[in-house]
């Protein structure tokens, strides 16, 4: 079936009219429909609409021959539901902006629709991104496909989902702690965080404008590469994108790894590690010895303080970016006596037990008379921990580590423990305070039951390329990617 | 840092969100839990460390001052739960 390859594959066979992208939009769209009600990648999905674009793409490939298309032309992605399309829904997963029609597109989303992608659908997450395992949604969790008992991850867990599923090519996710790298991990898919700034936030719903960045996830590295393509550059809408030349990612990942330098942080192969992560992670660092590359012991001596220098500025950014959901000028609005009570009732009823936790949480940090003691100093130590990757970055050209410290956790395992659940994040969360790029691409499986495990490389800022080529180099060297899950369950 | 717990009362209130009896309960527990964790930062020497605000530090990004296309005032209203003659429709502030 055509919705079971690449977007490099689909991209051939649509160039050479062997498949059209309807056939494509429509495998996808049978495969919702054959085992979405159980998975529940999907929160919205608009099969009309999604056939129509397709019917354009193929419209055009007719119309232009064997010239040159853009490059995702009739490929359809699934979006995570809290990046703006025109006139489709956008709901943070979240009760309080369910009804919300968004009135413009994301630059990303601009950006796809100029590549000619077909925008296929909403996808499920952590609400309004908050969470690791996307039982945080107020719409429902997702489940793995790899076993229905087990999260996807989060909080992009629909998007990765739906990959490893083949409901879609490929999606878009975002990651403010590892909310793309993990859920890839967890379901065998691969997944990238660009650098900060590398692409526009413009049109995300903001979580932690600090950490916040939009990337892919995909079936393969090169898949990878040409989603980041598209969608990477400045943008005068996002103040804080990096006005600096986008390269073309796919086009130099052939190129050997022979003499790379990479680092493997002592601190990374932590106690909690599980020993089949452990024995994962060893033999894809022999493998890419065997490859050619240096590896070098190097020390990230902060690495035990990112998860609480994490909590207080991911949730201060929250608490003050989650003001705009106050019964106003959009969602849900419960009404009470005067304004005050208004915004009280309609946050109170509007959002879910995680997101008020954390806004809480970092209303508190910036509190006065706690500021200094929380904010500020977690602040600081965020500069310790960006300079211990800078330091680092001047001996070696990328770092290669678990992407989590175990596979995919039960549903319900960690959902009543929220400090257990922020653990989790312990492996990825460093990457998005020192504002570096990071991937993971699948590294083995545990064996009962069988679930995906995650290598993560991460690299200097603005330098996807050398993770990209690192992490092409071990996937086309090593057999995970053609292991698909069982999807007999969600039948 | 501060060992003190948290009034959860006071910063929900101070946050907008108003809570259930049993939902003050339960945070307040997870939230201390959360707290005493965030206490390690305490053993970190930060003397002499400047703060980061932005990993990718960019200042005074300005733009031309050009008149632009914005979004149309019924695309902005759309969404509103409340609205009248082309405006939000907000509960009486004063009196």
Not at chain 1, 40 to 64: G, N, P, V, Y
Not at chain 1, 104 to 130: I, K
Not at chain 1, 191 to 216: C, E, H, M, N, W
Not at chain 1, 319 to 325: I, P
């Amino acid at each position: 079936m055509p919705n079971s390859l690449t977007i490099a594959k689909l991209a051939e066979q649509l160039g050479k009219k062997q498949v059209s992208s309807q056939e494509i939009t429509g495998a996808c769209l049978d495969q919702i429909e054959k085992i979405d009600a159980k998975l529940h990648s999907f929160l919205h999905i608009d099969a009309e609409d999604a056939l129509a674009q397709a019917k354009a793409a193929d419209c055009m490939i007719a119309r232009d021959g064997n010239s040159t298309h853009p490059p995702l032309l009739g490929i359809p992605v699934g979006m995570k539901d809290i990046i703006a399309v025109k006139g489709q829904p956008l709901t943070c997963a979240s009760k309080i902006i369910d009804n919300f029609i968004s009135p413009y597109n994301a630059t990303v989303t601009q950006r796809l629709r100029e590549a000619g992608a077909v925008l296929l659908g909403r996808l499920n997450m952590d609400e309004f991104a908050m969470g690791s395992s996307t039982e945080n949604s107020a719409l429902g969790p997702t489940r793995n496909p790899w076993n229905q008992e087990h999260t996807p991850g989060g909080s992009s867990g629909g998007s990765a989902a739906a990959v490893a599923s083949d409901e879609c090519i490929a999606a878009l996710g975002s990651d403010t702690g590892g909310s793309i790298r993990q859920p890839a991990a967890f379901c065998g898919c691969v997944g990238l965080k660009p650098t900060y700034g590398r692409v526009s936030r413009f049109g995300l719903v903001a979580f932690a404008s600090s950490l916040d960045q939009i990337g892919p996830i995909t079936k393969t590295v090169e898949d990878a590469a040409l989603l980041l393509e598209a969608i990477s550059g400045h943008d005068p809408k996002d103040s804080t994108s990096i006005p600096a030349q986008v390269p073309a990612y796919s086009q130099a990942l052939n190129a050997d790894i022979r003499g790379l330098k990479i680092g493997l942080p002592k601190e990374y192969m932590v106690a909690g590690l599980s020993d089949e992560v452990k024995n994962s992670i060893n033999r894809a660092v022999e493998h890419l010895s065997g490859l050619g590359a240096e590896i070098i012991d190097i020390s990230l001596p902060h690495t035990e303080y990112a998860v609480a220098t994490y909590y207080i500025i991911a949730t201060a950014e929250a608490s003050a970016n989650l003001a705009r959901f106050d019964g106003i000028r959009y969602g849900r609005r419960k009404e009470g006596k005067d304004p005050i009570e208004l915004y009280c009732n309609t946050r109170g009823a509007g959002f879910g037990a995680e997101v008020k936790r954390r806004i809480i949480l970092g209303t508190y940090a910036l509190s006065s008379g706690y500021y200094d003691a929380y904010y500020l100093r977690a602040q600081k130590v965020r500069t310790l921990i960006r300079r211990d990757f800078l330091n680092a970055f001047e001996h070696v050209d990328a770092v290669v580590t678990p992407t989590t410290t175990s596979p995919a956790f039960k549903l319900g395992e960690k959902i009543e423990d929220p400090l257990q659940m922020y653990l989790t994040d312990l492996l990825t969360i460093s990457c998005n305070l020192s504002g570096i790029c990071g991937i993971s691409i699948p590294c083995g499986f545990s064996a009962n039951p069988q679930l995906p495990i995650g290598l993560q490389i991460l690299g200097k800022p603005l330098d996807e390329q050398t993770i990209l080529k690192i992490a092409h180099a071990y996937e086309q060297s090593t057999v995970w990617r053609e292991e698909k899950p069982d999807l007999t369950a969600f039948q | 840092m501060s060992n003190e717990s948290m009034d959860i009362k006071y910063v929900a209130q101070l946050a907008r969100v108003s809570l259930t009896p049993e939902e003050e309960r339960i945070f307040s527990g997870q939230l201390e839990e959360v707290l005493g964790y965030i206490e390690h930062l305490k053993k970190v020497d930060v003397s002499g460390v400047e703060p980061t605000a932005h990993a990718v530090p960019r200042e005074n990004v300005t733009r031309p001052d050009e008149i632009a296309g914005s979004l149309p005032h019924e695309d902005a209203l759309r969404n509103a739960p409340s609205k009248s003659n082309g405006l939000f429709v907000v509960p009486q502030i004063v009196e």
